[in-house]
């Protein structure tokens, strides 16, 4: 039996004030809403409707001058995510417009973007002294810490879409700016520049070394995107997602942007809570017939994926000059082969985990 004194309502009370006072909280009081025994995503669902969102931003253009907005920018305030302005947990999304004369002036921040061009024709993002003519349907980036501004050198508005990774970048206190000295930065360097050396896919310039922070090429063109898409379609489609093209970095074919995966945070645990340790650890068949273990510390995980040798397909098990044909994601791949991978597989190339590890080993297989 317990000797401890039970304690009246009124010490509770007052030690709860008192620890509140003093910017402390009973891990007690508060465990079930910090670690829930489920995830408990605070987004809703939410359809935005294309003609409220025109509407409203071509309005926003007769009531606010650029000089006064910067950027005319509507963000999708996700109604589960009203106090932290963002579509998702991680994105914000917007529309943007942009009227003939205007210029929203040069500047660059951590968070890094990418636009989706609506509507309009002939304005352009000039994106570190790169001026990359926008018209519907291009994809624009501006990655993190490049100079960036946008002017309507056109008769008509323009509206595009905007997507940033400000949400997540704020959540790690990594959000500033800085606002250039002139409103539009000097166009230092040929116009449509990177679209000339990177956008025809399959071909880079042979002398300069595969660019892995972020996409070299600056402007995807829909016009090339739509006969890409059409072209496909005559030889192929994916069975889950009809025909699809990813956008990718014409010199890695990564990711347009970098996402940092980490192999002991992201890659690890996937080994794990996919069951491919149900046979590669210990005596398993996995580790008896591939010699491969992906069980126990990040480090030795790594030395098993990028420094050891398969004994079977006698090369190491990921591959960084073409990702997608290491062994780690061939072998339980979705691809239907006589020699399936028994039991556990990728389901599809949007598998989740497949995309976490075809990332990280794009960013280079690091240690991280
Ligand atoms: C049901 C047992 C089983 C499960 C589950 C399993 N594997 Fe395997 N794996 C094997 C066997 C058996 C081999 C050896 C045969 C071969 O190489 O095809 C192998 C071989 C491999 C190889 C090649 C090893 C080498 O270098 O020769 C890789 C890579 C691999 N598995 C990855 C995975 C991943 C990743 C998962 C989880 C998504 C997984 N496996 C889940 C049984 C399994
Ligand atoms: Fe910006």
């Known amino acids: 039996m317990s000797s401890q004194a039970v304690a009246t309502p009124e010490a509770i009370q007052q030690f709860n004030a008192d620890i509140e006072r003093h910017h402390l909280a009973a891990l007690w009081n508060v465990a079930a809403r910090l670690m829930p025994k489920e995830p408990e995503p605070r987004i809703q669902p939410y359809l935005w409707r294309w003609k409220t969102l025109r509407t409203l931003c071509l309005r926003s253009g007769e009531l606010t001058p650029i000089e006064k907005a910067e950027r005319r920018v509507l963000g999708l305030i996700n109604p589960g995510l009203k106090d932290k302005y963002a579509a998702t947990e991680t994105l914000w999304a917007a529309v943007q417009l942009i009227l003939p004369g205007e210029i929203a002036p040069a500047h660059r921040h951590s968070a890094a973007a990418v636009r989706f061009i609506i509507e309009g024709k002939g304005a352009y993002t000039t994106v570190e002294g790169d001026k990359c003519i926008m018209e519907r349907g291009d994809l624009v980036l501006t990655p993190a810490w490049q100079w960036h501004d946008h002017g309507n050198e056109s ?171 290491s062994l780690i994601l061939t072998l339980p791949s979705f691809e239907p082969e006589p020699d399936a991978h028994p039991n556990a597989t990728f389901t599809s190339p949007s598998d989740p985990d497949y995309l976490i590890l075809l990332a990280w080993i794009t960013e280079g297989a690091k240690q991280n």
């Open 155 to 325: 008769a008509e508005p323009m509206i595009w879409m905007d997507g940033l990774d400000l949400p997540i970048v704020r959540d790690l206190d990594a959000v500033f700016v800085e606002h250039g000295a002139a409103r539009a930065q000097a166009v230092s360097k040929t116009s449509g520049g990177s679209e000339r050396r990177f956008d025809q896919a399959g071909l880079r310039p042979a002398w300069e070394e595969p660019v892995t922070e972020a996409s070299p090429l600056l402007n995807y063109k829909w016009a090339k995107t739509e006969t890409a898409l059409r072209r496909l379609a005559q030889v192929d489609a994916s069975p889950f997602d009809d025909v699809a093209l990813e956008y990718v970095n014409p010199t890695t074919g990564g990711p347009v942007l970098p996402t940092n995966v980490s192999l002991a945070n992201d890659v690890v645990p996937i080994f794990t809570q996919r069951g491919c340790t149900g046979c590669h650890a210990g005596g398993g068949i996995g580790v008896d017939l591939g010699d491969l273990s992906l069980n126990g510390s990040a480090n030795k995980i790594f030395g098993e994926l990028t420094v050891e040798v398969s004994p079977t397909y006698n090369k190491v098990r990921v591959d960084l000059a073409n990702p997608a044909q």
